[in-house]
């Protein structure tokens, strides 16, 4: 009899749970943790092709030093940021990880765009192969960050919408922070990796034609 009642207490317990939402946040909140080290895992691979690509921009152009210099630093202060679970409910914690991603995008796309200036760089084999890994890692990161932002906008979502709100304000779910608009255009766009060498001529800008002088009035 007591084996009975406990088993309908569980019963209804889990009824009640799923009824108010419970159920539905836990498995979204661990959507979005799949996803975020998702996220960290391309990001990781980007940073660890980064040290063989300068080596080998080093190789052929080392008097490109201010870019080599740049990717590495940008490089070590994304790398710094301790990627722990609960970076994803600090905004802040957040915010600082973009701006360190985005960094180092800027800065990738520095370097191959100097690339473009030494052909024998760009036939290297060994460039070439790095060249490729590092555009199928940012098409990665992009698919990547793409799934964590949807997750973690359903997430939110469920968060803040009745009567599901109540339950997440019991049991201490609150809304994640997200890639904002800004800084999703500015690292939404991978580097470069083309290696075409003719480029689009630019137009010159037209001057705009000076105004003629004044004529003097005739002298009295």
């Known amino acids: 009899m007591r084996n009975w009642v406990m088993g309908l207490v569980v019963v209804l317990a889990s009824a009640n749970l799923s009824g108010c939402g419970y159920n539905k946040l836990q498995n979204q909140d661990e959507a979005v943790k799949a996803a975020w080290s998702e996220v960290v895992n391309q990001y990781q691979r980007r940073a660890d092709l980064i040290p063989n690509l300068v080596a080998a921009v080093k190789g052929f152009a080392a008097q ?40 180092l995008t800027s800065a990738l796309k520095s370097l191959l765009v100097t690339v473009e200036r030494y052909p024998e760089l760009k036939s290297d084999a060994n460039f070439r192969d790095l060249q490729a890994q590092l555009e199928g890692t940012e098409n990665r990161i992009t698919v990547a960050r793409n799934r964590y ?72």
């Open 64 to 103: 490109e030093e201010r870019v080599l210099v740049g990717v590495t630093e940008a490089r070590a202060k994304a790398t710094s940021i301790q990627l722990t679970p609960e970076l994803i409910n600090n905004p802040e914690a957040f915010a600082k990880f973009q701006a360190a991603q985005g960094e």
């Open 149 to 220: 932002i949807q997750a973690v906008q359903e997430f939110n979502v469920t968060v803040r919408e009745f009567p599901t709100n109540i339950t997440a304000n019991m049991f201490d779910f609150d809304v994640k922070p997200n890639f904002s608009v800004q800084n999703e255009a500015e690292i939404s766009t991978a580097p470069t990796v083309s290696f075409d060498t003719s480029t689009p001529s630019q137009s010159a800008t037209p001057v705009e034609a000076a105004p003629a002088p004044a004529t003097p009035p005739p002298a009295n």
